[in-house]
Nanobody
Framework: QINLLESGGGSVQPGGSLRLSCTTSGYSHNSGCMGWVRQAPGKEREVVAAIDSTGAYSVARPLKDRFTISKDDAQTTLYLQMNNLKPEDTATYYC????????????????????WGQGTQVTVSS
């Protein structure tokens, strides 16, 4: 069973930074990919960034200059560094694991075979 647990969300002023973490269990990350997906109120989920088992990564184009995805050497913790946050970044951020495919690497979500954390809220407001 794959379990994902996010932490690091919170409230921040515009221009601030946050670092989200996702600890994983039950998934060795030797295949597929992991990623961060966000959902703002009234909007669909969107893939923010993803990283595969080789360390290759992708970040949604509008966020490339501000967001960075990484993972630790043990491949048990996933990170999302978010800088220069804007009010439009306000959303619930979910950690996701996609063991058998790599659709998140092209900012798409699979219809099945994806595991989710419970989400962490990020609020950017002055």
């Amino acid at each position: 069973q794959i379990n994902l647990l996010e932490s690091g969300g919170g409230s921040v002023q515009p221009g601030g930074s946050l670092r989200l973490s996702c600890t994983t269990s039950g998934y060795s990350h030797n295949s597929g990919c992991m990623g961060w997906v966000r959902q703002a109120p009234g909007k669909e989920r969107e893939v923010v960034a993803a990283i595969d088992s080789t360390g290759a990564y992708s970040v949604a184009r509008p966020l490339k200059d501000r967001f960075t995805i990484s993972k630790d050497d043990a491949q048990t913790t996933l990170y999302l560094q978010m800088n220069n946050l804007k009010p439009e970044d306000t959303a619930t951020y979910y950690c996701a694991a996609e063991p058998a495919s790599r659709l998140m690497m092209i900012q798409r979500l699979p219809a099945q075979g994806i595991y989710w954390g419970q989400g962490t809220q990020v609020t950017v407001s002055s």
